[in-house]
């Protein structure tokens, strides 16, 4: 993609303001809501969840490549335990890789540089922010702390209490529901293709984040290697 340029921020008001990476832009006059993905778009610790999958999918005498790893990048602990591991008792051994994941988060997992600062921004000039993850809510938690965006937040849906998960677009039908945002007037940010694929069949401008934006086929809003990179800009 060549070298990053990020762009200013300034505004005058939500209705006449650009969201741009590079020479990409989305105009945000329509858009009340953004909803943020979060293991890969605000915070790296997809190496915490791969570890601890694999190190209990081991105990369970099941071998996990990391194929099958980056295959479940995006979804659900629970599905990774009942489609990979496959144990009598799904939901023990689902516990047993959260907590030890989350034992693992205070030194392991960190901020993706410039997350913080964008989420800030949005709620800073008027529009609803939510997170959508995968995650169970005790580490999205713990993730919102890391990041000081509590007070940012207006809702956080977890896959942990739905039904299903991405890459069903249930999340974020649900994320919509609670917002009270039709899909058209929201926007979301997503890493992973099981991500893109729940925000994109529900109807949502979605911007691709990260390294796989680079080999992104999926219909997206923008296109950012850099979540540093983006920019809320007002128009001259």
Not at 25 to 31: P, V
Request: glycine share 6%; net charge negative; hydrophobic share 45%.
């Amino acid at each position: 993609m060549g070298s990053q340029k990020p762009a200013q921020f300034c505004c005058r008001s939500v209705n006449t303001m650009l969201l741009r990476y590079q020479t990409q832009q989305l105009d945000l006059k329509d858009i009340d809501a953004v909803i943020f993905d979060l293991d890969g778009t605000l915070v790296e610790s997809e190496p915490v969840w791969a570890e601890a999958k694999k190190y209990i999918a081991n105990r369970e005498n099941v071998d996990v490549s990391e194929p099958i790893l980056l295959a479940y990048v995006g979804r659900s602990v629970a599905d990774f335990v009942t489609e990979v591991i496959a144990p009598v008792n799904v939901q023990l051994v689902e516990k047993d890789i959260v907590e030890r994941a989350l034992a693992n988060y205070e030194f392991n997992v960190s901020e993706i540089p410039g997350a913080s600062d964008l989420v800030r921004e949005f709620s800073r000039n008027g529009f609803a922010t939510a997170i959508c993850s995968s995650a169970p809510e005790k580490a999205i938690q713990k993730c919102v702390q890391l990041l000081n965006i509590g007070s940012c937040i207006t809702e956080v849906v977890s896959s942990e209490f739905l039904a299903i998960g991405k890459p069903d677009k249930f999340p974020f039908v649900e994320t919509l529901r609670r917002l009270g945002v039709p899909a058209e007037r929201a926007i979301a940010f997503e890493d992973s293709s099981a991500g893109l694929i729940s925000s994109i069949s529900a109807g949502i401008k979605t911007i691709c984040v990260g390294p796989f934006a680079e080999l992104c086929n999926f219909e997206c809003a923008i296109y950012a290697k850099n979540i540093s990179g983006i920019s809320l800009i007002a128009p001259h």
